[in-house]
């Protein structure tokens, strides 16, 4: 399975972009645009709010744990890295791809 995902390596974490959707009708993973994970959330970009909100989507959708997940950089910016620890490369594309096609 093949996402056009560009996922890096930071020592053993995984750099995972975003692409953050800040006011959007639903919260949710849509899909890799651009080589980034498309990620929908309700809550406004003010006050850290949506990315709360968005590692709480990230963290749900991929099923990782609090810990494994952090904000890496893009605080204030749409375009955001994730840091994504205790997790192998082919197991992060798995979930990815389940996440966003929740279906198959």
């Given at each position: 399975m093949n996402l056009p995902l560009n996922l890096e390596m930071d020592g053993t974490a995984i750099l995972l972009?975003?692409?953050?959707q800040p006011r959007?009708?639903?919260n949710g993973i849509e899909g890799v645009h651009a080589g980034r994970l498309k990620v929908c959330v309700t809550q406004v970009p003010e006050k850290g709010k949506a990315n709360k909100a968005l590692?709480?989507?990230i963290q749900s959708g991929l099923k990782l744990k609090?810990?494994?997940?952090?904000?890496?950089?893009?605080?204030?910016?749409?375009?955001?890295i994730f840091r994504i620890l205790e997790i192998s490369r082919?197991?992060?594309?798995?979930?990815?791809s389940a996440a966003?096609?929740?279906?198959r």
């Open positions: 972009p975003v692409r953050a959007s009708s639903k590692l709480k989507v609090r810990s494994q997940i952090e904000l890496y950089q893009g605080e204030t910016a749409s375009l955001k082919e197991e992060l594309y798995t979930r990815i966003i096609n929740p279906s």
